[in-house]
């Protein structure tokens, strides 16, 4: 492995080296020719009981420009001993006999066309229309979640209308739309589109053809903003249909913004969009975590959602934030709630301090779960470059089983987290986290990690971690995947030219 991981980081010095001989030849035209490169290597390296298992990747994009056209290039090398035991880059169907991924290759490719009215994509393309719900084809690298087509995208910018239209493949699977904007009218913009998505066998996500037509519409004026957006999806083959509806309003006077979300969606799940999830997206561990789990139990195939929010900043570095959030399903009893409270000041601009509170219950099938959550942080600015950073998560959770309600007390049990962090601005952030679980379904019950963020001045971004990490849900916009336990060393790097 060691072997490898020496090819996969020589792949960086040799493209690094590349723009430095060819930014200087002649362009044809008039127009130079510009180049950009980012490397990105991660390294795991898991040392779990008797196990010891590794896993490596490194991207290297290399983008062209010139005059018109771009080409955007993506040269991966992945290798991992064996996906049977720990596979976090999800390359499980890439695995040989004995669970051994090793590759190396230009994965993904995209040449690009664009004019002050006209862009056109060809290769494996990306596409977001509106808040998501129309068929949207996007990559979150963090989450190892990749929807994007092998296809086309084109867009063409009208006086009095945008229109776009998207065609390709992802595993298989293809889709088909197109995209309307009209231009603004006043405070007012809307948009339009329709969208056909099939599978091609049994071996892919979507079985029959289905349709899908929707349109929004979004009014700002003032201090008001309002956003509705219907998704109508349908099935041709055997007459089955389901919908997808989401209404968003924000209002902000003086130090007072109140907002709210609702959202009432059946039999609108699937792996090509991004809807919105009423949920509030928390930066805290247990509290993200917990959405996670939510997202995961609660699907969009039947759910009604709201989320209603108020935040009053009375400073610039004092505000109260409260929140509620529900989901609940029309035909079971499944549901969940939760609601939030945080407050965040500061003494004398150099002791900064966030205190928070919630209460959820979740209640899935035979399941139901009560958590109360505290969190709290302090960051102390040592002076114009150093801090320390504390902070402390903590939960009280009680679940019970009505299959087993009469012969088996409800479980109770806490769950703490604590971090300690150093910082030197702009190149250095230290931080020790440990974390505590009583929950008998844990294999363990304590976790610690040491993590080191190093930033080599703008082009050059370090993550090492070693110790032992929890396993569970994580989210980001509205995405979540569960992410296994793991303990042993981690190494990620990103590089700019």
Same mark, same amino acid.
């Given at each position: 492995? &060691?072997?490898?991981?020496?090819?996969?980081?020589?792949?960086?010095?040799?493209?690094?080296?590349?723009?430095?001989?060819?930014?200087?030849?002649?362009?044809?035209?008039?127009?130079?020719?510009?180049?950009?490169?980012?490397?990105?290597?991660? *390294?795991?390296?898991?040392?779990?009981?008797?196990?010891?298992?590794?896993?490596?990747?490194?991207?290297?994009?290399?983008?062209?420009?010139?005059?018109?056209?771009?080409? %955007?290039?993506?040269?991966?090398?992945?290798?991992?001993?064996?996906?049977?035991?720990?596979?976090? =880059?999800?390359?499980?169907?890439?695995?040989?006999?004995?669970?051994?991924?090793?590759?190396?290759?230009?994965?993904?490719?995209?040449?690009?066309?664009?004019?002050?009215?006209?862009?056109?994509?060809?290769?494996?393309?990306?596409?977001?229309?509106?808040?998501?719900?129309?068929?949207?084809?996007?990559?979150?690298?963090?989450?190892?979640?990749?929807?994007?087509?092998?296809?086309?995208?084109?867009?063409?910018?009208?006086?009095?209308?945008?229109?776009?239209?998207?065609?390709?493949?992802?595993? #298989?699977?293809?889709?088909?739309?197109?995209?309307? #904007?009209?231009?603004?009218?006043?405070?007012?913009?809307?948009?339009?589109?329709?969208a056909e998505a099939w599978g091609?066998?049994?071996?892919?996500?979507?079985?029959?053809?289905?349709?899908?037509?929707?349109?929004?519409?979004?009014?700002?004026?003032?201090?008001?903003?309002? *956003?509705?957006?219907?998704?109508?999806? #349908? =099935?041709?083959?055997?007459?089955?249909?389901?919908?997808?509806?989401?209404?968003?309003?924000?209002?902000?006077?003086?130090?007072?913004?109140?907002?709210?979300?609702?959202?009432?969606?059946?039999?609108?799940?699937?792996?090509?969009? $991004?809807?919105?999830?009423?949920?509030?997206?928390?930066?805290?561990?247990?509290?993200?975590?917990?959405?996670?789990?939510?997202?995961?139990?609660?699907?969009?195939?039947?759910?009604?959602?709201?989320?209603?929010?108020?935040?009053?900043?009375?400073?610039?570095?004092?505000?109260?934030?409260?929140?509620?959030?529900?989901?609940?399903?029309? #035909?079971?009893?499944?549901?969940?709630?939760?609601?939030?409270?945080?407050?965040?000041?500061?003494?004398?601009?150099?002791?900064?301090?966030?205190?928070?509170?919630?209460?959820?219950?979740?209640?899935?099938?035979?399941?139901?779960?009560?958590?109360?959550?505290?969190?709290?942080?302090?960051?102390?600015?040592?002076? $114009?470059?150093?801090?320390?950073?504390?902070?402390?998560?903590?939960?009280?959770?009680?679940?019970?089983?009505?299959?087993?309600?009469?012969?088996?007390?409800?479980?109770?049990?806490?769950?703490?987290? =604590?971090?300690?962090? *150093?910082?030197?601005?702009?190149?250095?952030?230290?931080?020790?986290?440990?974390?505590?679980?009583?929950?008998?379904?844990?294999?363990?019950?304590? %976790?610690?990690?040491?993590?080191?963020?190093?930033?080599?001045?703008?082009?050059?971004?370090?993550?090492?971690? *070693?110790?032992s990490e929890r396993g569970g849900?994580? &989210?980001?916009?509205?995405? &979540?995947? =569960?992410?296994?336990?793991?303990?042993?060393?981690?190494?990620?790097?990103?590089?700019?030219?």
């Amino acid at each position: 492995m &060691c072997r490898r991981l020496f090819r996969g980081i020589s792949l960086l010095f040799i493209a690094a080296l590349t723009p430095s001989v060819f930014a200087t030849r002649p362009a044809f035209g008039q127009d130079p020719l510009s180049l950009s490169l980012t490397n990105k290597l991660d *390294y795991r390296r898991l040392d779990q009981d008797d196990v010891r298992e590794e896993a490596f990747r490194n991207r290297t994009e290399l983008t062209a420009f010139q005059g018109i056209f771009s080409v %955007w290039l993506r040269l991966e090398a992945l290798q991992i001993s064996d996906v049977n035991v720990y596979d976090p =880059f999800l390359a499980l169907d890439q695995g040989d006999e004995d669970g051994r991924v090793d590759q190396m290759d230009i994965t993904k490719r995209t040449i690009t066309v664009e004019t002050d009215r006209f862009r056109g994509d060809y290769g494996d393309v990306s596409y977001v229309f509106g808040r998501g719900m129309l068929p949207s084809v996007f990559e979150d690298e963090e989450l190892n979640f990749d929807t994007r087509l092998e296809g086309l995208t084109a867009l063409y910018d009208h006086d009095y209308v945008t229109g776009s239209m998207l065609a390709g493949s992802n595993e #298989e699977n293809r889709l088909r739309a197109i995209y309307a #904007e009209p231009v603004a009218w006043r405070d007012i913009r809307v948009g339009g589109g329709f969208a056909e998505a099939w599978g091609s066998g049994e071996e892919t996500e979507i079985r029959e053809r289905e349709q899908h037509l929707g349109a929004y519409a979004d009014l700002s004026t003032g201090p008001v903003s309002l *956003y509705g957006e219907y998704v109508h999806r #349908e =099935f041709p083959k055997t007459g089955d249909f389901g919908y997808g509806a989401f209404f968003a309003a924000i209002a902000s006077v003086g130090g007072v913004t109140l907002s709210g979300e609702y959202k009432d969606f059946d039999t609108f799940e699937h792996d090509y969009h $991004d809807p919105p999830t009423t949920l509030r997206q928390h930066t805290w561990t247990l509290l993200n975590r917990e959405s996670g789990q939510v997202l995961a139990d609660i699907t969009d195939d039947d759910v009604r959602g709201v989320l209603a929010e108020g935040e009053y900043s009375p400073g610039l570095f004092t505000t109260f934030v409260a929140s509620f959030s529900k989901l609940d399903r029309r #035909e079971t009893p499944d549901r969940f709630w939760e609601a939030f409270g945080e407050a965040k000041g500061t003494w004398q601009e150099q002791v900064f301090v966030t205190a928070g509170a919630a209460e959820s219950e979740l209640e899935v099938g035979n399941l139901f779960e009560e958590r109360i959550t505290g969190v709290g942080e302090i960051v102390g600015q040592l002076d $114009d470059s150093n801090s320390l950073t504390f902070g402390v998560e903590w939960a009280e959770v009680q679940e019970s089983n009505t299959a087993t309600e009469d012969f088996e007390f409800p479980v109770k049990f806490r769950e703490r987290i =604590f971090y300690l962090s *150093y910082g030197r601005s702009p190149w250095l952030n230290l931080t020790v986290n440990y974390e505590n679980s009583g929950d008998p379904a844990e294999s363990r019950e304590d %976790w610690t990690t040491v993590v080191a963020e190093i930033g080599l001045a703008a082009d050059h971004d370090f993550l090492i971690s *070693y110790g032992s990490e929890r396993g569970g849900w994580k &989210c980001t916009g509205g995405i &979540c995947f =569960f992410e296994p336990e793991f303990e042993g060393f981690k190494l990620r790097w990103v590089a700019r030219f």
